[in-house]
T-cell receptor, first 114, second 113 residues
Framework: KAGVTQTPRYLIKTRGQQVTLSCSPI?????VSWYQQTPGQGLQFLFE???????NKGNFPGRFSGRQFSNSRSEMNVSTLELGDSALYLC?????????????FGEGSRLTVL | KNQVEQSPQSLIILEGKNCTLQ??????????LRWYKQDTGRGPVSLTI?????NTKSNGRYTATLDADTKQSSLHITASQLSDSASYIC????????????FGAGTRLFVKA
């Protein structure tokens, strides 16, 4: 069974630009959640989608948004990038819900903002 | 305030030795606690997940314990191997009407030959 796939793995952007990251969950998993990981803040929850609906949201500004498609694939978008957005962005899938069940993480997308 | 604190921040041990990592939380109402292992540059991998009624759960050389009364958990690694070098992250979920997940900052473990 294929794992969680995130693309791109690495990317470099400049301040003010926007970025879209993609996540393909494990087949059959309906929940996809996103996380930001930085050395200073550790892992922080961004949002969770289940059956194309945002079910939970962390404390991030509106520049961070996401969506989920009917095939459970998910994208997250960050607009008007700031230097502080440089981080490893992780996606995780779960069969039913990330808060009660096991999370399966992808390898992450490492974003560098210059 | 919901918090998860892990100790130590980092740890160096010799191959073959045992070690114990600690996780204290103030998350309420408690739903579950998980331990993840994260190799450098990789995504976290689940080791154990425990609910309120579970005291101990093992996964190979990894054994997690949970004391819901004192809100403490520990991860014990037996007969450490070089491949155990990684960050270990404690994650606690609360059911506050909507679920809330709080991550610990992690313990960085270095296993030396």
């Amino acid at each position: 069974k294929a794992g969680v796939t995130q693309t791109p793995r690495y990317l470099i952007k400049t301040r003010g630009q926007q970025v879209t990251l993609s996540c393909s969950p494990i087949s059959g998993h309906r929940s996809v959640s996103w996380y930001q990981q930085t050395p200073g803040q550790g892992l922080q929850f961004l949002f969770e989608y289940f059956s194309e609906t945002q079910r939970n949201k962390g404390n991030f500004p509106g520049r961070f948004s996401g969506r989920q498609f009917s095939n459970s694939r998910s994208e997250m978008n960050v607009s008007t990038l700031e230097l502080g957005d440089s981080a490893l962005y992780l996606c995780a899938s779960s069969p039913a819900g990330g808060f009660t069940g096991e999370l399966f993480f992808g390898e992450g997308s490492r974003l560098t903002v210059l | 305030k919901n918090q998860v604190e892990q100790s130590p921040q980092s740890l160096i041990i010799l191959e073959g030795k045992n070690c114990t990592l600690q996780c204290n939380y103030t998350v309420s109402p408690f739903s579950n606690l998980r331990w993840y292992k994260q190799d450098t540059g990789r995504g976290p991998v689940s080791l154990t997940i425990m609910t309120f009624s579970e005291n101990t759960k093992s996964n190979g050389r990894y054994t997690a314990t949970l004391d819901a009364d004192t809100k403490q958990s520990s991860l014990h690694i037996t007969a450490s191997q070089l491949s155990d070098s990684a960050s270990y992250i404690c994650v606690v979920s609360a059911n506050t009407g909507g679920f809330k997940t709080i991550f610990g900052a992690g313990t960085r473990l270095f296993v030396k030959a």
